[in-house]
């Protein structure tokens, strides 16, 4: 039952990926959005710094972006348990089609492990907000960590054992639980999602605790 309900919530991830890519305008909270953007004015008058097409136009190079640095758990942090989602990462594509060959000597020591992994709890998942016995955890509070153009290893799904329950936040919180690779059950249908991708998740947390 619990993996119908998590099945209807993909569908329901699906459409909206579908949509979206048939349709690539932005919605009308994006475009307020943009346009407050446009608008916004520093505070003490100072011109705000430039975007980078801006700033190509203007010198003739564009800047180029910071890259995000990767932080793995120090041997005594994995050791207690203590794990984040960089140490989940591995070299794979968005939407590319997993491979299980693709998984590192890392990962696969801490299948059937109990761990704490701090992340957001994913509200667009939900059926309700309290009492919540499975969810999506994402290393950040954007809508892009979970399906479509999202990164496979950026995602953890998180299913409560018997008698425990959660309620949503918009805070990062830790969860609790033993960590599981699952190369199976979060399948797309039929092995094939949009964008050419395999999977939603393979990553699970049997929760015991979320606080």
């Known amino acids: 039952m ?20 048939a ?8 475009q307020q959005q943009a346009s407050a953007s446009e608008k916004k004015v520093s505070v003490t008058g100072a011109p705000e710094a430039q975007t980078g097409d801006q700033a190509k136009n203007a010198g003739g190079i564009a800047p180029a972006r910071p890259k995000v640095e990767v932080r793995k758990s120090s041997d005594s942090s994995r050791a207690k348990g203590d794990i984040n989602f960089d140490d989940l990462s591995f070299k794979l ?5 997993f491979n299980p060959g693709l ?17 957001y709890i994913l509200p667009s998942t939900l059926f309700k907000e309290t009492n919540i016995d499975q969810f999506v955890l994402v290393r ?3 809508e892009c ?9 950026d995602c953890v799904i998180v299913e409560m054992v018997p008698g425990k329950t959660t309620d949503f936040v918009t805070r ?8 599981k690779i699952d190369t199976e059950k979060y399948k797309y249908p039929n092995g094939v999602g949009p964008r050419g991708a395999s ?12 606080k």
């Not at 998984?103 to 992340?119: A, F, H, N, P, S």
């Not at 999977?199 to 979320?210: E, L, N, Q, R």
């Open 140 to 142: 950040d509070n954007q």
């Open 23 to 30: 349709n690539p305008q932005l919605t009308n909270h994006q």
């Open 199 to 210: 999977h939603f998740a393979i990553f699970k947390i049997d929760g015991v605790k979320v």
């Open 145 to 153: 960590c979970f399906g479509p153009g999202a990164a496979l290893f």
């Open 93 to 97: 594509e968005k939407d590319a089609k």
């Open 2 to 21: 619990m993996f119908l309900r998590f099945a209807m919530i993909v569908s329901s991830i699906l459409l909206v990926g579908i949509s979206q890519a």
């Open 172 to 179: 990062p919180v830790t969860v609790e639980g033993r960590f």
């Open 103 to 119: 998984l590192t000597d890392e990962i696969k020591k801490l299948d059937g492990v109990k761990v704490k992994l701090r992340g």
